[in-house]
Nanobody, 124 residues
């Protein structure tokens, strides 16, 4: 599976962005997917994940209530809607997929496929 993340950009604090992660090569519909982020000088951080069906999702405490992960399996795409953005959300955002149907709060090492990252910059 090849993943292509897009939708990053520069936004003011309080604003919104929607990231997309399009899969190619094979269907993403049987895999769980997630988003990670990495700020300058920091380790890659788990943000959220979603099960293959889209029924179950989890969020880190830092984004809960502001970010929403979703997926459209017919379009082989996973989304991350980010609202009420804060300067501390500034990072490169990566989408990833794991070869199983369910997801959980876990580290980057558990994921099998990665997109190239898209930069989100939130100005104060």
């Amino acid at each position: 599976v090849q993943l292509q993340a897009s939708g990053g950009g520069l936004v003011q604090a309080g604003g919104s962005l929607r990231l997309s992660c399009a899969a190619s090569g094979r269907t993403l519909s049987t895999y769980a997917a997630g988003w990670f982020r990495q700020a300058p000088g920091k380790e890659r951080e788990w943000v959220t994940c979603i099960s293959w069906s889209g029924v179950t999702s989890y969020y880190s405490d830092s984004v809960k209530g502001r970010f929403t992960i979703s997926r459209d399996n017919a379009k082989n795409t996973v989304y991350l809607q980010m609202n009420a953005l804060k300067p501390e959300d500034t990072a490169v955002y990566y989408c990833a997929a794991v070869r199983r149907a369910w997801c959980q709060r876990e580290g980057a090492a558990e994921y099998d496929f990665w997109g190239q990252g898209t930069l989100v910059t939130v100005s104060s």
